[in-house]
């Protein structure tokens, strides 16, 4: 399985680059801003451009003289996005032209050697020459005219930088078919069985869960992995065949089969996995848009921080399920915890339909409660949902609260059927739907939600009017 291909928008101050992310990850913002608490990060977010998926980065900025301070910091992460990225676009300004802050940029570009796309923003009415022409001299190739707020020449520059990588994925899989490596471990008997058991598996994806375990650096969550793994033989663990690739460990629990999307690269190193990459917001990103379920954990000895909230926002906006492990509750006095549950309730209210567990990663208190609400977080997720029943619930909970008027006309809901799973998607038909109020729709959420029982899973409605 393949992680969705990354694209990083690099440039100075001013050249475009939050005007042509917003316009390429069009964010379902609506989805998810009334979640009070939530700071959201708008440096990360699902590409929409044709019908590739890919994951766009907003770089905020570049400061490649900076020395220390903030300054820095923002290089710092720049740079970890750049390499982390798969194809850069470096944004210049049409009208202000060429500077020298450019010409540094190019030059540390040039350095990485990533593939760069050089992007000449702000050429809207522009002739193409004329927009384009002073740009060759960066060195980087083909100037691409764009016009981030117009739109114009944005699909053909995303799809082609996609196409790109395409090619080299072709050929980096090629070359590589030979070095792939094996689980090494002594072949026995019945690790010839679990292969074939892990084959039927691949063959029937939905049964296995995959599971990604999510937060920021030292809230323990190799240490969850090797309680995990400790406890269960691994029965496969797959190395990557390009860089794009996703490492998926298999495991099996309780008679769950799980697939983990790990997102740092662990490494067998004797009896435990160790973490070779550190913390990284792609791959990050990458292992909860590949994943089904997603375990967010957070540390109960720390207060909840923004990067936190990003990370939880993320999962908000792929729509993957969710379970909250709040870590290192061994660590705590009694009399702490009661206040302790209620603060991290409380901000996490925005999270209120995942189910939310103290853990010990390390002494293992806690983990199989976890991992009870992953799989019903699962099944949640992959719910089969009949449109006759579907149809019952919405007219009961029409007749007990009917939508508001707008105007003359009183929105009409005939029948709803599934649209989707993981995460749930509920097609309501009528006429005069696109009047519902948001309000409205989170009342007809709750009583699906009730209804249907899916706890752990974000869930989407989506109205259809006939006219
Ligand atoms: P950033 O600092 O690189 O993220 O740049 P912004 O996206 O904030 O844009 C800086 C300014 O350039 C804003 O005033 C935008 O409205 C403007 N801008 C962005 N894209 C275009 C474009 O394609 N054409 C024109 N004329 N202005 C643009
Ligand atoms: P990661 O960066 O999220 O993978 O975090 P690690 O698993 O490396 O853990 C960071 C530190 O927290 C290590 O020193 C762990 O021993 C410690 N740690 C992890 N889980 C727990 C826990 O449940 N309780 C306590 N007290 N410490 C933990």
Do not use: C
Request: charged share 25%.
């Amino acid at each position: 399985m393949a992680f969705k291909p990354v694209v990083a928008l690099v440039g100075r101050a001013n050249v475009g680059k939050s005007t042509l992310f917003n316009r390429i990850t069009r964010s379902r913002a609506a989805l998810v801003a009334d979640f009070s608490g939530l700071t959201r990060d708008r440096h990360y977010g699902e590409g929409r451009v044709g019908d590739r998926p890919f994951i766009a980065v907003d770089t905020g900025g570049f400061e490649p003289v900076a020395k220390d301070g903030i300054l820095l910091e923002m290089a710092r992460q720049t740079q970890q996005a750049i390499a982390e990225s798969d194809v850069v676009i470096f944004l210049v300004d049409a009208r202000a032209g060429v500077n020298a802050h450019d010409h540094e940029i190019a030059t540390l570009l040039r350095k990485t050697g990533q593939r760069v796309m050089l992007a000449v923003n702000k050429a809207e009415g522009m002739r193409y020459g004329s927009a384009t022409a002073e740009f060759h001299e960066l060195g980087l190739g083909e100037p691409h005219p764009i016009s981030a707020s117009h739109g114009d020449g944005v699909v053909d520059l995303i799809e082609l930088a996609l196409s790109y990588l395409d090619e080299e994925g072709a050929a980096v899989a090629e070359h590589d078919e030979e070095d792939i490596a094996f689980d090494t471990s002594e072949p026995t008997d019945e690790s010839a069985q679990d292969d074939i058991a892990a084959e039927a598996a691949e063959a029937a994806p939905d049964h296995r869960i995959k599971l990604a375990i999510v937060g920021r650096p030292n809230v323990g969550k190799s240490t969850l992995i090797n309680t995990l793994l400790g406890e269960e033989r691994v029965i496969a663990f797959d190395m990557p065949g390009t860089t794009r690739d996703a490492i998926e460990i298999e495991f099996d629990r309780g008679g769950v089969g799980y697939t983990l999307i790990d997102t740092a690269g662990l490494r067998r190193r004797g009896k435990v996995f160790e973490a070779v990459e550190k913390f990284s917001v792609i791959k990050t990103l990458q292992a909860i848009e590949a994943s089904n379920v997603v375990v967010l954990m957070l540390d109960a000895q720390n207060e909840i921080s923004d990067q936190d909230a990003h990370i939880a926002g993320f999962v908000l906006e792929t729509g993957r399920a969710l379970v909250v492990a709040i870590n290192k509750w061994d660590g705590l006095d009694g009399e702490h915890r009661d206040r302790i549950l209620r603060e991290f309730e409380r901000k996490l209210r925005f999270l209120s339909f995942a189910k939310m567990h103290t853990t010990s990663a390390l002494n293992g208190q806690g983990v199989n409660a976890l991992l009870k609400s992953v799989i019903a977080a699962h099944a949640a997720a992959f719910a089969k949902l009949s449109t006759p029943r579907l149809t019952r619930v919405l007219h009961a909970a029409v007749e007990q609260q009917q939508p508001p008027r707008k105007g003359i006309f009183r929105p009409k809901m005939r029948y709803a059927h599934q649209g989707g799973q993981n995460p749930p998607l509920i097609v309501i038909h009528g006429n005069a739907l696109d009047a519902i109020p948001d309000s409205y729709r989170r009342y007809l959420e709750t009583r699906f939600r009730t209804e249907f029982k899916l706890d752990g899973t974000p869930l989407r409605i989506e109205f259809k009017s006939s006219h």
